[in-house]
């Protein structure tokens, strides 16, 4: 199974996903950990060579029938099209999830007090949060709203949401 989770910084995408990969004994792929390596091994010009390496070790582990957690902003259709795509070529069932926090006041306090949990890695600030490219869903499955859980709260939901 490849669980593909998007949605802006600062939502509780990567508590989500390091919970559910413990739970569901799954590989956690995280695009902040891919990009900040190849950044620091000198690669200046990202654009989506993140998403590309992902997109490659997910595919090698699903044909070995693991499952997948793709831990990223998601914020393009194009990207979550390639995730769908990597999912069928490797026949593995896709769950598109989009975590989100609604109450704005809630989702600045969290981008502005959190520090960098990976060495060299940039976090960005609200006004990049909310000035981001970032397109409307138009086809996730399942929908967390983190705004007004606690993170158990939220992992609780979102395992009864994925199916068994």
Excluded: F
């Excluded at 960098?116 to 600030?125: M, V």
Aim: glycine letters at 8%; aromatic letters at 4%; hydrophobic letters at 40%.
């Amino acid at each position: 199974m490849l669980i593909v989770l998007g949605g802006l910084p600062g939502t509780g995408k990567t508590t989500l996903a390091r919970g559910l990969a413990r739970e569901l004994g799954a590989v956690h792929l995280r695009i902040d950990s891919i990009e900040t390596a190849i950044h620091q091994a000198g690669v200046r010009v990202m654009n989506d060579t993140g998403y590309r390496v992902a997109y490659a070790v997910a595919e090698d582990n699903l044909k070995l029938g693991r499952t997948i957690i793709a831990d990223s902003v998601n914020p393009l259709a194009v990207t979550r099209t390639a995730w769908v795509e990597v999912g069928r070529r490797s026949d593995a069932q896709v769950v598109e999830i989009e975590i989100v926090c609604s109450d704005p006041h809630e989702h600045r306090r969290r981008v502005e007090g959190r520090a960098p949990d990976i060495a060299g890695l940039r976090l960005p600030t609200w006004a990049e949060v909310i000035e981001r490219e970032y397109e409307p869903w138009d086809r996730a499955q399942v929908r967390i709203d983190t705004s007004c859980r606690s993170e158990a709260e939220s992992l609780a939901e979102l395992l009864r949401a994925i199916p068994r």
